[in-house]
């Protein structure tokens, strides 16, 4: 892993950026519902649309990184991010009614992040031939996702300090310096060569994978979609009520709001360094996340303490954070090289569904049923739980 060291932190500079790219909007959507005069659930679509068009292009972006290679898909992948951001840059800047070329821009973000973060999980299984090794990469790469999670709420109230538009003008910038480091800093592995295979043949392979996997398979997409819909739904909840509730705005609020997300990437970075290569342990290993993660959101109530609702929600980002590393290592490890960026896409694809499907479904609960969103998000938690313990059976289930 020593050698490959400048390999792996250049990736883990892509979903620091994709991360940052979007979250870092989470606690600057009151403020941009005010600024361009847009309701709650508009300003939700900001983080939707970007998520949709990444969920329709991911697996197109997976099997072309497995038919032409990684970096190939990776790199103009980034640039789209950053002309995406600064369309949505300029549109906030000049324009007197900017949220449809907002949104535009937030279209190419999100066509940009389908080849960008989720290529980056089947280059890091490339990589190495040791799976202990492989879990220990992905564990980083998950760190630095979550650590992105931990940063954007800082970053973006920050930012937004200055100029309410300037956490957009960031994402070009970001995605340049990820584009640099990529350049020039990761190999693609020698026996990474384009595939000669058909599209027809490779539909054939990937459903012969399916057949033989599916159940386990299909398992960890929904986990990894309920893990992201609890976080992101829960997210955007206390952004709102972090003003609205409690009156703190700027970089209060957005220190507050990274609470939760310190202790969810401290707990995906342990996760990682544990997990090694036993299917079986990273099976109780989501399950005993989502326990955590479920249990602490049924005590949310509303008009409950400051204090009280952070160590709520940070008990949960704590089930999330164990959670997701070991959905990763089983994704990735128990897929053969060939289908490996498609079936890994797929499962990013599920995960990005969570995304964009958490904030607007919360923004209507905040609406109509707020007493019930936080049994609903516990609910949904439980569901994972079930799930993966009766679904995932690694020994039955290794990859063929």
Not at 333 to 347: A, H, P, W
Request: proline share 5%.
């Amino acid at each position: 892993m020593k050698e490959k060291k400048l390999d792996l932190i250049a990736l883990a500079s892509i979903p620091l950026v994709m991360t940052l790219g979007n979250s870092m909007l989470i606690p600057i959507l009151p403020i941009i519902e005010k600024k361009i005069d847009i309701t709650p659930f508009q300003s939700s679509l900001i983080i939707t649309v970007y998520s949709i068009v990444a969920i329709l292009l991911i697996p197109f972006a997976g099997y072309l990184s497995d038919k032409i290679g990684r970096k190939k898909v990776i790199i103009p992948s980034l640039i789209i991010t950053g002309i995406g951001g600064l369309i949505s840059a300029f549109a906030a800047w000049k324009l007197e009614n900017p949220f449809m070329l907002i949104l535009v821009g937030r279209f190419l973000q999100g066509i940009g992040a389908s080849g960008a973060f989720p290529v980056v999980l089947p280059t890091v299984g490339d990589m190495f031939k040791d799976e202990k090794v492989v879990s220990a990469g992905l564990g980083l790469i998950e760190t630095s996702n979550t650590f992105g999670k931990v940063l954007s709420p800082v970053i973006g109230a920050w930012l937004a300090i200055f100029l309410w538009f300037l956490p957009f003008v960031f994402i070009p910038i970001f995605s340049a310096i990820a584009v640099v480091l990529v350049l020039f800093m990761v190999k693609s592995p020698k026996d990474q060569e384009k595939k000669q295979q058909t599209f027809k043949e490779f539909l054939q392979f990937i459903k012969k994978v399916f057949h033989d996997n599916g159940r386990w398979l299909i398992t960890t997409f929904v986990i990894g979609c309920i893990n992201m819909f609890v976080l992101f739904g829960f997210l955007f909840h206390f952004s709102t009520l972090l003003e609205k509730q409690y009156d703190k705005e700027g970089i209060i609020k957005g220190l507050i709001l990274a609470i939760p997300l310190l202790f969810l990437c401290i707990a995906s970075y342990a996760a990682g360094k544990k997990i090694g290569e036993n299917k079986v342990i990273m099976k109780w290993v989501i399950l005993a996340g989502n326990v955590i993660a479920s249990v602490p959101l049924l005590f949310v109530k509303p008009d409950v303490s400051l204090t009280y609702l952070v160590v709520m929600l940070s008990i949960a980002g704590v089930g999330i954070g164990i959670s997701l590393p070991a959905l990763d290592a089983l994704i990735t490890e128990g897929i053969k090289k060939d289908v490996r960026g498609t079936v890994t896409s797929l499962y990013s694809s599920m995960r990005f569904l969570g995304v964009a499907a958490g904030p607007p479904v919360i923004a209507i609960l905040m609406k109509n049923n707020e007493e019930w969103m936080y049994y609903i998000l516990a609910g949904m938690g439980g569901v994972a739980v079930l799930i993966t313990l009766f679904a995932i059976k690694p020994k039955a289930n290794e990859a063929s």
